[in-house]
């Protein structure tokens, strides 16, 4: 079965300095996405990055880049020159394929890590 | 400007009432989820459509109904069936395939 795994419930992080939240994946599958989604207090989940299981370079999107290591099944989200707004719930999440028992696309996530920027 | 809504952001009802979330997107998206949050807790998966007219159910669809009768909207029924009906409700899209989903605010619904 398809696993996320995140093991840091919180973490803290002065601003300005950079950060990586943990993210460790089970799956069988050869073709998968791995995604990072923000959570601020308002709730809304805020897609950050997206990595494909093919593809080789790891994903980068302004201050947010995906340390990707295929064989060790780790997905790290790195966050450069952090910001009071960065505070939020961060959540690792991956696809299944298309036609994976029917569920075309649907997300598995992980139960998130509370990252506190401190001034 | 292309989105997703969700209404109310807030909802209370009484133990024993059918409740409906509302989901409409102009993203044109073929597909469409439905999510539940509990507190310190990841999504998970209760019901998801990826084309019109046509439904399956996720991780935890029990107490739950939903209709795709419009490619836009995505309504799902929270019932008295339901034993912990108390969450927050996130409904998405996505053009399908491996691609991210975008997100709506979310509905906090309360039962007592």
């Known amino acids: 079965a398809q696993k996320i795994t995140q093991t840091q419930p919180g973490m803290f992080v002065q601003e300005k300095e950079a950060v990586t939240l943990d993210c460790t994946y089970d799956?069988?599958?050869?073709?998968?996405?791995l995604f990072w989604y923000k959570q601020p207090s308002s709730g809304e989940m805020i897609f950050l990055i997206y990595?494909?299981?093919?593809?080789?370079q790891n994903a980068t999107e302004g201050r947010y880049s995906l340390n990707f290591q295929k064989a060790r099944k780790s997905a790290n989200l790195v966050i450069s020159a952090s910001q009071l707004g960065d505070s939020a719930m961060y959540f690792c999440?991956?696809?299944?394929?298309?036609?994976?028992?029917?569920?075309?696309?649907?997300?598995?996530f992980g139960k998130g890590t509370k990252l506190s920027v401190k001034p | 400007d292309g989105g997703i809504t969700q209404s109310p952001k807030y909802l209370f009802r009484k133990e024993g009432q059918n409740v409906t979330l509302s989901c409409e997107q102009n993203?044109?998206?073929?597909?469409m989820y439905w999510y539940r949050q509990d507190p310190g807790q990841g999504l998970r998966l209760i019901y998801y459509s990826q084309i019109v007219n046509d439904f399956q159910k996720g991780d935890i669809a029990e107490g739950y109904s939903v209709s795709r009768e419009k490619k836009e909207s995505f309504p799902l029924t929270v019932t008295s069936a339901q034993k912990n009906p108390t969450a927050f409700y996130l409904c998405?899209?996505?053009?399908?395939?491996?691609?991210?989903?975008?997100f709506g605010p979310g509905t906090r619904l309360t039962v007592t």
């Open positions: 799956t069988s599958d050869q073709s998968y996405g």
């Open positions: 998405a899209s996505s053009s399908g395939g491996l691609g991210e989903q975008y």
């Open positions: 999440a991956m696809s299944s394929p298309p036609n994976y028992g029917g569920s075309q696309g649907n997300l598995i």
């Open positions: 993203l044109n998206h073929d597909a």
């Open positions: 990595q494909g299981s093919y593809d080789e």
